[in-house]
């Protein structure tokens, strides 16, 4: 593009929802190509929040040097909120025309659901003078994305948490001892399965296991099977990873427990990091050891926040170079072909793959819909082969089945009665 055809004007750049690994990547890439393109690259702190109110104060300009500076680095420079104003129109018009008073022409988003739904709200509002595109970011894994990608922040955040996994088996080896371990996951279990494989986990217990119904009990005796199992293995120590979304299926077993505060986000989700559920967890192991004449140490540890402002494994740094450029593209329209009003950046066997947020977005709730773990995918399939749980396979083989029994403090066909539906799992 030769100088006097670049286009001119102002970009802004913002940033909502929970950290991920690799948001000032995203940053640094379309900064830097925004720049390149002759645009004014302008950061806006805090999420929608000042925007919303109709505030154009908080603001930065990011240059080359800025930029260069910031993308190996975990966290975001500008910061982030869950101001979500999609919902109430004065907000979205206070939104629209403070960016307009700051001559942005075009706006690149970074964020989960609710940031994508602003986003789109804010093309819309603006009846497309303000070129948007939106960047998802999850460590959950879980937005439906072509060939599917994964979520920019979720190799960074699995490969960390691997880490963990594997200091914490180390520990139980070293100790005797067994860890609870419950990890960030809303409604998939791809972050608490991919930590556990990757980390070398006895075993990951995931929502999409359950197939929509659980019950503590239920869970314990997954957790159980996975315990007695490894003992008639010569390995009475371990580490099970349960996704937390596994605590929205058992809710109503929960509520009323001790330190247990059921509360909803204003998106109203369940506020999971409010559940102790490895605390729980352990507890509930305990008091069935104590009342079968068993002991063992059990360690209730909760895998989550840490993993959010990472630095970006050299998978997301590069990942997220690519979705920052192919996002300015969008909005400059570099592709003719690529549909306006707004998109959500996906890459798709190497290319830009805008997708139209009319085409992902449920136009009710604003929400995408959710990829969950395929139960029946080989990659699944692969990784459950690795875990020591309880089969039915085991609860018919009369000597597996009496070896199981003793371990529990039971005789066999109490055992088989007790975990056959934990063995179906």
């Given at each position: 593009m030769t100088t006097s055809s670049r286009p001119r004007g102002r970009m802004g750049i913002v940033v909502g929802g929970g950290p991920a690994p690799g948001i000032n990547s995203v940053i640094a890439a379309a900064a830097t190509e925004g720049l390149r393109r002759g645009l004014e690259v302008v950061g806006i702190y805090d999420g929608f929040k000042w925007?919303?109110?109709?505030?154009?104060?908080?603001?930065?300009?990011?240059?080359?040097?800025?930029?260069?500076?910031?993308?190996?680095?975990?966290?975001?420079?500008l910061r982030t909120s869950r101001e979500k104003p999609a919902d109430d129109p004065d907000k979205m018009a206070r939104v629209v025309a403070t960016?307009?008073?700051?001559?942005?022409?075009?706006?690149?988003?970074?964020?989960?659901?609710?940031?994508?739904?602003?986003?789109?709200?804010?093309?819309r509002?603006?009846?497309?003078?303000?070129?948007?595109?939106?960047?998802?970011?999850?460590?959950?894994?879980?937005?439906?994305?072509?060939?599917?990608?994964?979520t920019f922040g979720y190799n960074t955040a699995r490969a960390v948490g691997a880490n963990l996994i594997g200091n914490?088996?180390?520990?139980?080896?070293?100790?005797?001892?067994?860890?609870?371990?419950?990890?960030?996951?809303?409604?998939?279990?791809?972050?608490?399965?991919?930590?556990?494989?990757s980390g070398g986990a006895t075993a990951?217990?995931?929502?999409?296991?359950?197939q929509g119904s659980a019950s503590l009990d239920l869970t314990l005796k997954v957790i159980e099977g996975s315990m007695h199992r490894s003992a008639i293995l010569g390995r009475d120590f371990g580490v099970v990873v349960i996704a937390e979304g596994v605590g929205e299926l058992i809710v109503a077993d929960l509520q009323g427990r001790p330190y247990v505060s059921i509360t909803h986000d204003k998106s109203g989700n369940l506020r999971l990091a409010e559940v102790p559920l490895a605390l729980i967890l352990k507890d509930e192991l305990k008091k069935r050891l104590?009342?079968?004449?068993?002991?063992?140490?059990?360690?209730?540890?909760?895998?989550?926040?840490?993993?959010?402002?990472?630095?970006?494994?050299?998978f997301d740094a590069d990942y997220c170079r690519q979705l920052g450029w192919g996002a300015v593209q969008y909005v400059l329209g570099a592709d003719p072909s690529w549909e306006r009003g707004g998109a959500l950046i996906a890459l798709k066997a190497g290319r830009i793959e805008?997708?139209?947020?009319?085409?992902?977005?449920?136009?009710?709730?604003?929400?995408?819909?959710?990829?969950?773990?395929?139960?029946?995918?080989?990659t699944y399939k692969a990784a459950r082969a690795a875990m020591v749980r309880l089969s039915t396979e085991d609860l018919e083989n009369g000597d597996t089945l009496g070896r199981l029994a003793d371990v529990a403090g039971l005789?066999?066909?109490?055992?088989?009665?007790?975990?056959?539906?934990?063995?179906?799992?």
């Amino acid at each position: 593009m030769t100088t006097s055809s670049r286009p001119r004007g102002r970009m802004g750049i913002v940033v909502g929802g929970g950290p991920a690994p690799g948001i000032n990547s995203v940053i640094a890439a379309a900064a830097t190509e925004g720049l390149r393109r002759g645009l004014e690259v302008v950061g806006i702190y805090d999420g929608f929040k000042w925007l919303a109110a109709g505030s154009g104060e908080h603001t930065c300009t990011i240059t080359d040097l800025i930029a260069e500076q910031c993308r190996l680095r975990g966290g975001s420079i500008l910061r982030t909120s869950r101001e979500k104003p999609a919902d109430d129109p004065d907000k979205m018009a206070r939104v629209v025309a403070t960016l307009q008073a700051l001559d942005i022409a075009y706006l690149v988003t970074i964020g989960g659901d609710d940031t994508a739904y602003t986003a789109s709200m804010t093309s819309r509002t603006s009846d497309g003078r303000i070129q948007v595109a939106h960047v998802p970011k999850t460590i959950d894994n879980d937005l439906p994305l072509p060939d599917q990608a994964p979520t920019f922040g979720y190799n960074t955040a699995r490969a960390v948490g691997a880490n963990l996994i594997g200091n914490l088996m180390e520990d139980a080896h070293t100790t005797a001892r067994w860890y609870v371990v419950t990890a960030m996951g809303r409604s998939a279990g791809h972050l608490a399965l991919g930590m556990a494989s990757s980390g070398g986990a006895t075993a990951a217990v995931i929502p999409e296991e359950f197939q929509g119904s659980a019950s503590l009990d239920l869970t314990l005796k997954v957790i159980e099977g996975s315990m007695h199992r490894s003992a008639i293995l010569g390995r009475d120590f371990g580490v099970v990873v349960i996704a937390e979304g596994v605590g929205e299926l058992i809710v109503a077993d929960l509520q009323g427990r001790p330190y247990v505060s059921i509360t909803h986000d204003k998106s109203g989700n369940l506020r999971l990091a409010e559940v102790p559920l490895a605390l729980i967890l352990k507890d509930e192991l305990k008091k069935r050891l104590k009342e079968r004449g068993r002991k063992r140490t059990i360690v209730d540890v909760v895998i989550g926040y840490e993993l959010r402002c990472a630095p970006p494994a050299p998978f997301d740094a590069d990942y997220c170079r690519q979705l920052g450029w192919g996002a300015v593209q969008y909005v400059l329209g570099a592709d003719p072909s690529w549909e306006r009003g707004g998109a959500l950046i996906a890459l798709k066997a190497g290319r830009i793959e805008p997708i139209p947020f009319g085409a992902i977005l449920d136009p009710v709730t604003g929400k995408t819909a959710i990829r969950r773990v395929d139960v029946q995918a080989d990659t699944y399939k692969a990784a459950r082969a690795a875990m020591v749980r309880l089969s039915t396979e085991d609860l018919e083989n009369g000597d597996t089945l009496g070896r199981l029994a003793d371990v529990a403090g039971l005789s066999p066909a109490e055992y088989r009665a007790a975990y056959a539906d934990a063995a179906a799992i």
